[in-house]
């Protein structure tokens, strides 16, 4: 009867470890891949913003043009960050360092979305013509500020790259007793190295990166360069 007991208690505790094995696993799967979608998205963004300045003939009314690429780009990004915190917001945190990191990014974003609402907001101003107690200089002088706290978000984000990746290794040691292995699959890592790798394309190997290739560019190597082995691989 003990030894019935134990060998049960036994298998109970084994397919807990598996069944949380499995959750930081989707989790952490889950986290990356929001994580890239978003990174990629703001790299689409700013090329779609640099082509609609770049397209503005010389000879047109260039604030005007400006500001309507300033909202319709504006907005666009806006509704993205919304969709990212929300994927965030529905990740179930697998410990504390996991919850911080979300917590973090959400807040990141968060951060930009009201950013760019002000410059949406602004550009929708301007568009609208000359109207009796708005102080348009201030509005115009705003805009340098407020990309430069945006440079300071995407920086701010850039410098929790290194966690996140270091959240990606499993807790479950190896033979040795060493954490050697991803908690993602090889597939599932390659398909983030993919999305990262299309979306950024010659960007990635360019000498002067932006923070938001930068981010990208990192996360790519520690998920193929680092010499870790992923969840599928042999557990030696």
């Known amino acids: 009867m003990l030894l019935a007991h134990f060998i049960f208690a036994a298998v109970f505790s084994l397919s807990n470890y598996s069944y949380a094995e499995s959750v930081a696993h989707t989790e952490r799967y889950e986290l990356a891949r929001t994580f890239v979608e978003e990174l990629v998205g703001m790299h689409q963004a700013e090329v779609l913003m640099n082509r609609d300045l770049k397209a503005i003939p010389q000879n047109s009314d260039r604030t005007q043009a400006t500001m309507i690429a300033i909202v319709r780009n504006g907005t666009r990004t806006r509704m993205r960050l919304n969709v990212t915190i929300r994927l965030l917001q529905q990740i179930e945190p697998v410990d504390k ?34 109207k009796p107690g708005v102080d348009y200089g201030v509005l115009v002088g705003r805009m340098p500020e407020v990309r430069a706290q945006l440079e300071f978000v995407d920086e701010s984000i850039f410098k929790a790259v290194p966690m996140l990746g270091m959240l990606m290794v499993s807790d479950k040691p190896d033979s040795k007793g060493h954490l050697s292995h ?3 699959t090889r597939k599932e890592a390659q398909e983030i190295i993919s999305m990262i790798q299309t979306g950024f394309g010659k960007s990635l190997d360019a000498k002067e990166q932006n923070w938001t290739t930068s981010s990208a560019s990192i996360l790519r190597t520690y998920l193929r360069d680092k010499g870790f ?8």
């Open 97 to 130: 360092n996991f919850e911080s990191l979300i917590s973090y990014l959400i807040n990141m974003y968060g951060r930009k979305e009201q950013l760019y609402a002000e410059m949406v907001d602004a550009g929708k101003t301007m568009l609208a013509g000359e």
């Open 182 to 184: 991803f908690a993602i």
């Open 229 to 236: 082995k992923y969840s599928d691989d042999p557990w030696q």
